[in-house]
């Protein structure tokens, strides 16, 4: 069988050759035209990166090497038994561009159960931190705490061409994708469990081992997990942890410091703390109501408190979508299979009804539909997985996905050192009235 890293070299050297030719032929055409209020409000709409993994349109949403998430729930291999894709088959879509087979995901199961092991210096390093400090803090903490491990950190140390770069960023993406799972149930465990830690089984998929680290065996909770960790991989090369990680990464910086620090990025509440924010928004409404399943008219009237003490509504709205997330409508049709009676969903459901003419209404918001994470937690909850503080990072495995892929084709396409102009309010001034 030709090996996953040979067959992303020779997809690389093709793709390549092509990036040569565009440049030669095309490389002073014009593709936009950036304007004062853009450089001011968010680079909104600049196109100026490039990202193999994905693409995001507006309309229809998020399509990984041209297939869209309900393609991805048809075609790409699943356990046994199961409905749901297997995440390992995303990656290996996003990095070499074509979808796998069973056996060939198997391969990539078995690649990342044998890379698993975390040194036990990582552990002892969350220990350090205080119980009460957030997980997604304990996770980035961890990630930097496993630098130690980086092949390109040891290779680049010891003096290397430029040409190898690639091989050994492949090899530290493969074994961080490996050992994630096991650091973020640690510090699951460790936090929520009083410390009783699970040893990881190495005969399960790379998600369903991580519910079982968790302490989740449910065959729900395990389809839950392999849908999660598919549809929250990657969102095209623009958004905070992609942008981060991919920036970080052009310094040459290895693969375990680039991904921590998008992850101080995925930490955000504008970006995947969105999620818990949800949880949190909607138990502080029922807590207000005085518990029990609040109506329509009760929902609309917490909206518009929410927004009148100028506060954003979590769980909707998005820089780049303009329609209901395909990944919240995955979420939903998992839940009318699976749960469509659980009050939660039904009150998250009910949000959906009431919560967008609302942001209409205002005339402001660009995106008045529900993202990704306005649906996620109460799926988590049905389960058992309570504790709201530590989705994201589960977001945050999910991502190394995608990510790390990216990283990858960063390295092996040889992209350069990110480093966009900045100026200052006096230049802009000057340079628009000319005084
Ligand atoms: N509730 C209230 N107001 C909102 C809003 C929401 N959900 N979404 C946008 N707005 C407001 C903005 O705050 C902004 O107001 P001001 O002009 O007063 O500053 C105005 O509408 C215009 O914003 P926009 O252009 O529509 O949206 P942005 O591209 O600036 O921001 C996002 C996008 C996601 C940060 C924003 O919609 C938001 O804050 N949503 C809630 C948080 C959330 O769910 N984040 C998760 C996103 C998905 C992810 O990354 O995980």
């Not at 990656?91 to 056996?103: A, N, V």
């Not at 539909?369 to 306005?374: C, K, M, S």
Request: proline fraction near 5%; charged fraction near 20%; glycine fraction near 8%.
């Amino acid at each position: 069988m030709v090996q996953i890293k040979d067959k992303f070299k020779v997809k690389a050297d093709e793709l390549n050759a092509t990036v040569k030719e565009i440049l030669k032929e095309h490389g002073s055409d014009k593709i936009g035209e950036v304007t004062v209020a853009q450089v001011y409000q968010g680079m909104r709409g600049i196109t100026g990166l490039v990202s193999e993994t994905s693409l995001l349109d507006a309309n229809e949403g998020i399509r990984f090497r041209g297939y869209s998430i309900p393609e991805l729930r048809e075609k790409l291999p699943k356990v046994n038994g199961g409905a749901e894709p297997l995440p390992e088959g995303l990656f290996y879509l996003m990095l070499i561009g074509e979808l796998p087979d069973t056996e060939q995901v198997q391969e990539l199961s078995g690649i990342l159960a044998r890379r698993s092991h975390v040194p036990n210096h990582v552990f002892a390093t969350i220990d350090a931190l205080p119980i009460n400090t957030h997980p997604m803090t304990m996770f980035t903490t961890g990630v930097l705490a496993l630098q130690t491990e980086s092949l390109f950190a040891k290779a680049y140390a010891d003096g290397i061409n430029k040409k190898e770069y690639w091989g050994y960023m492949y090899e530290d993406a493969l074994n961080l994708i490996a050992r994630l799972p096991r650091v973020a149930a640690y510090i699951y465990r460790r936090k929520y469990k009083n410390n009783y830690h699970i040893q990881p089984n190495g005969m399960l998929d790379w998600a369903g081992n991580f519910a079982h680290m968790l302490g989740y065996e449910d065959e729900g909770f395990k389809e839950l997990m392999r849908l999660y960790m598919t549809i929250h991989a990657d969102h095209e090369g623009g958004n905070v942890s992609a942008h981060t990680t991919h920036l970080v990464g052009s310094a040459l910086s290895d693969a375990y410091l680039s991904f921590a620090a998008g992850m101080t990025g995925l930490a955000g509440p504008l970006h995947g703390l969105a999620n818990q924010e949800v949880i949190k928004w909607i138990l502080a409404m029922q807590q207000e109501l005085g518990g029990g399943t609040p109506t329509k008219e009760q929902i609309a009237a917490y909206v518009r408190k929410t927004l009148a003490d100028g506060k954003v509504v979590p769980g909707y709205g998005h820089a780049v979508l303009r329609k209901t997330d395909p990944r919240f409508t995955a979420q939903m049709e998992f839940a009318k299979k699976h749960l469509p009676d659980d009050a939660l969903v039904n009150i998250v459901w009910n949000v959906y009804e009431t919560v967008p003419p609302i942001l209409q209404e205002l005339g402001k918001v660009k995106n008045p539909w529900p993202n990704v994470d306005a649906h996620s937690g109460a799926l988590l909850v049905h389960y058992g997985l309570v504790e709201y503080e530590f989705y994201t990072v589960l977001f945050g495995v999910s991502r190394a996905l995608g990510v790390l892929a990216s990283l990858c084709w960063d390295r092996v396409m040889g992209q350069p050192l990110e480093r966009p102009k900045s100026v200052t309010s006096e230049w802009m001034q000057l340079f628009v009235t000319g005084k």
